[in-house]
């Protein structure tokens, strides 16, 4: 049985290539016009413009999104040479799942994104799954003359999953795949994937994490090529609701200590039919010693990244210069219970905003994350549509309109008062809304998108919760809001929810609520924000043409 089921899957890989043999895409400039030539293998014509970005009803304006059809987990962030790389997870044939490539996309503000040519396709070691990728600084492994260059560690799904690297010698415009792989294979696991590598100074090697069912195995490496199992984590630890997926690890100071650092352990939990949840993600916080993790915290914690429905498979940029002294964070915005039936036509995923990733201690000593989206959100500001101070909600009016957009930026403090509820309401109309709310009763922030739109599955239309004590008696709130995404953070990202909504173009409007009793707005400021594809859309039409 196993060796028919072998047979059948090379089977199926061998039509797969053969629709994927050609997998160049080439860049031309025409009288100031950019256009994009997709792989040759492809005879269909078809031209998209960035015009038809901008008013796309749900394509996120300033989220990354495919060019067109599936896309899902981030993989293989990496600074190099200037340019953030963003691979990910794709299917150029289809707006569904399917045989898994790795997309492509670079930019140098981790706003703008310059679509590049597939770089990773299935061969006959599988599939292309998720994985990362480094600056092999030091040549460690022979590929580049005594230079440097990129190294990809990715999984390949065929009849198992193994790991395989490809390197590249241009920058990451063209991939070469090992001959050696794959480079670490396990005969006996079933779910066997999604390597994150890092240099470890200290031991001068380096370090895989990888996904093994439910926990995860570190192993170790001089050379990229050969990998020593080191140890393993976690079959006792967090939360084990589904399969574990896409971990990450590194080492961050604690902020406002005398020198304190922690490593954090970040691990994503696939869908559980019976968790209303769906996928989402944990981390741990502890210790490692180049070949251990050690949790800080008893086994039965689980610290949730983001207390939302729709952040999943994040990880972060490797080899961002020391100078930048940051952590930048992508993940996957959509969730396994829904992900295939979202309402998009010609394009199917967005990733969440980059955030920077900081350590802190709460006022009972213990170490969390937090999470705030990376300063350049600021070169999206256009103008200010709101500045408020000291308003008091639900004295005479229990509502208080205050702007209108599908593209803003909320900044806004409350002090609490007697109201059992209060919050903001955005992308409002007579039939729809986004509440973004505080139960002050609960001591809890929440999300209540029951009538944000269109409904995808039985589970999307919820008012969901995550747990939020006051600080001074007052919480603060920043909340970046998209054509069909929300995302929170609170009290300076100590708690974060993000959420995918689906209204018409014409729910645009902002209020302010109180229930049951009186709230202080502190202050509250609204940016309007630019659209990444309005320059295109205002000034001469970019071309992207298909073939």
């Known amino acids: 049985m196993k060796s028919f089921k072998k047979v059948v899957i090379v089977i199926f890989l061998i039509f797969i290539l053969s629709l994927t ?30 015009a038809d970005f901008y008013k796309d009803k749900y394509r996120p304006q300033f989220h990354f999104t495919p060019l067109k059809n599936w896309m899902n987990d981030p993989n293989g962030m990496v600074y190099y040479k200037g340019e953030y790389h963003l691979f990910y997870q794709h299917y150029p044939y289809d707006i569904k799942w399917g045989a898994m490539h790795w997309g492509h996309a670079v930019s140098k503000d981790l706003i703008h994104w310059e679509y590049l040519p597939i770089a990773l396709w299935p061969d006959d070691n599988g599939f292309i799954f998720s994985g990362s990728a480094v600056v092999d600084w030091n040549d460690t492994s022979g590929f580049f003359k005594g230079g440097s260059g990129l190294v990809a560690i990715f999984t390949q799904a065929a009849a198992k999953q193994t790991q ?21 294979v396990d005969e006996t696991a079933k779910d066997f994937r999604d390597p994150r590598v890092f240099w470890y100074k200290p031991g001068g090697y380096w370090v895989m994490v990888l996904a093994v069912g439910d926990h995860v195995r570190f192993y170790t490496s001089s050379n990229l090529k050969e990998w020593e ?26 902020e406002g200590t005398n020198g304190q650092s922690k490593w954090v352990l970040i691990v994503s939990i696939g869908d559980n039919p019976m968790a209303p949840e769906g996928s989402r993600t944990q981390y741990f916080i502890g210790h490692f010693d180049g070949k251990r993790f050690i949790n800080d915290n008893p086994k039965e914690t689980v610290l949730w990244l983001d207390y939302g429905r729709d952040n999943y498979a994040g990880v972060t ?36 905003f980059p955030r920077e990733l900081k350590l802190f201690k709460d006022e009972d000593g213990r170490i969390y994350l937090a999470q705030q989206p990376v300063r350049e959100l600021s070169k999206l500001r256009d103008k200010r549509l709101a500045n408020l101070k000291k308003v008091l909600i639900g004295s005479e009016k229990a509502t208080l309109p ?19 509820e209060f919050g903001i309401k955005v992308r409002k109309s007579d039939s729809q809304e986004t509440i973004v709310g505080y139960d002050a009763i609960q001591k809890k922030l929440f999300i ?21 004590k006051t600080r001074n008696n007052k919480i603060r709130l920043h909340i970046l809001v998209d054509r069909s995404s929300v995302e929170i953070f ?29 709230v202080k707005v502190t202050s509250l400021t609204i940016y ?13 039409e970019l071309l992207i043409s298909e073939k």
Not at 22 to 30: A, D, H, P, R
Not at 164 to 183: L, Q
Not at 323 to 348: D, E, L, V
Not at 448 to 468: C, M, N, Q, W
């Open 229 to 254: 199992f080191a140890s393993e984590f976690g079959k006792q630890d967090g939360s084990h609701e589904g399969v574990w997926e896409c971990p990450d690890l590194f080492e961050l100071p604690v």
């Open 528 to 540: 309007k924000l630019r659209s990444i594809y309005e320059k295109y859309y205002s000034a001469e």
């Open 21 to 50: 043999a050609c997998s160049g895409t080439s860049f031309t400039n025409n009288k100031g016009k950019k256009e994009i030539t997709a792989s040759k293998g492809e005879k269909q014509m078809s031209t998209i413009s960035y």
């Open 164 to 184: 395989s690297i490809a390197y590249s010698t241009d920058d990451g415009r063209t991939w070469t795949m090992y001959k050696g792989n794959p480079v670490l």
């Open 448 to 468: 209540d998108r029951s009538r944000s739109g269109d409904i995808v599955d039985e589970t999307f239309p919820v008012k969901h919760y995550a747990p939020l």
């Open 490 to 518: 609170a009290n300076d990202g100590k708690v974060v929810m993000t959420d995918l909504i689906f209204p018409d173009i014409d729910s645009q409007n902002v209020e302010l609520f109180s229930k049951d009793g009186t």
């Open 317 to 352: 940029w490797s080899d961002i210069p020391e100078k930048q002294k940051r952590r930048i964070f992508i993940g996957w915005m959509s969730n396994w219970k829904y992900a295939g039936r979202t309402p998009t036509t010609s394009w199917r995923g967005a990733m969440t």
């Open 402 to 420: 205050v702007a209108s957009g599908d593209l803003l930026e909320i900044i806004a403090e409350f002090e609490l008062g007697t109201a059992e």
